[in-house]
């Protein structure tokens, strides 16, 4: 059973809509989850890291933690067509902080 | 550096050959972390240094693979006999801090280096 899952996708959303990208987790201890984004053929760039129960902004972003659900998702408002990428979500391994990753949901933001 | 530096970008080698894949970390992160990612998957870990120790290294694939970072700052990840399925973009990451009390921070990945066997 794969330890971080998420929607491969690809998700598609208008100009202006809110994507929301989501990720399960399979261990209850872990403490700290990262969402990165990588557009295609460069490396994963961090956009948000979350820490503890509840809703996280930063600018059009938004990411939310549920441990109880060992739920967490990521919030894009109006979004752009530059947003148009992979969302990778990771969870830190809580020995040495090794990130486990998700396999990525591609986003496709259409004008 | 302002950034973690992989070089080379790509690397094209024939099955049976050995390679060496090269990372520079950000100038002061303690900690290094090697990833293998495969086309339209997410990175897997492969192993981490803090300083010049190699604390894990569970994630090596076989015996073919071997990192070091004897300076506590470059690190170089080796493939011996490299084999097809050894095809993938390896990524290079560094944190900063040492410890379980750093454990927390994100990592910061270089752009990666695609290697390709024939």
């Known amino acids: 059973q794969k330890e971080v899952e998420q929607n491969s996708g690809p998700l598609s959303v208008p100009e202006g809509a809110i994507a929301s990208l989501n990720c399960t987790y399979s261990d209850r201890v872990s403490q700290s989850f990262f969402w990165y984004r990588q557009y295609s053929g460069k490396s994963p760039e961090l956009i948000m890291s979350?820490?503890?129960?509840g809703d996280k902004e930063d600018g059009r972003f938004t990411a939310q933690l549920n441990k109880a659900s060992q739920y967490v998702s990521l919030l894009i408002r109006d979004s752009q067509p530059s947003d148009s990428a992979t969302y990778l979500c990771a969870v830190n391994d809580n020995q040495g902080g090794k990130l486990i990753f998700g396999q990525g949901t591609e986003l496709s933001v259409k004008p | 550096g302002a950034g973690v530096s992989q070089s080379p970008r790509y690397k094209v080698a024939k099955r049976g050959q050995d390679v060496a894949l090269r990372c520079d970390p950000i100038?002061?992160?303690?900690?290094l972390f090697w990833y293998q990612q495969a086309l339209g998957q997410g990175p897997e870990f492969l192993t981490y240094?803090?300083?010049?120790?190699?604390?894990?290294k569970s994630g090596l694939p076989s015996d073919r693979f071997f990192a070091e970072r004897p300076e506590g700052s470059v690190s170089t990840l080796k493939i011996q006999r490299t084999q097809q399925e050894d095809s993938a973009v390896y990524l290079c990451a560094s944190r900063t801090g040492q410890g379980d009390r750093y454990s927390n921070q994100p990592q910061h990945f270089g752009d990666g280096t695609r290697l390709s066997i024939l």
């Open positions: 100038s002061g992160h303690v900690s």
């Open positions: 979350i820490y503890s129960n």
């Open positions: 240094f803090q300083n010049e120790a190699q604390l894990d």
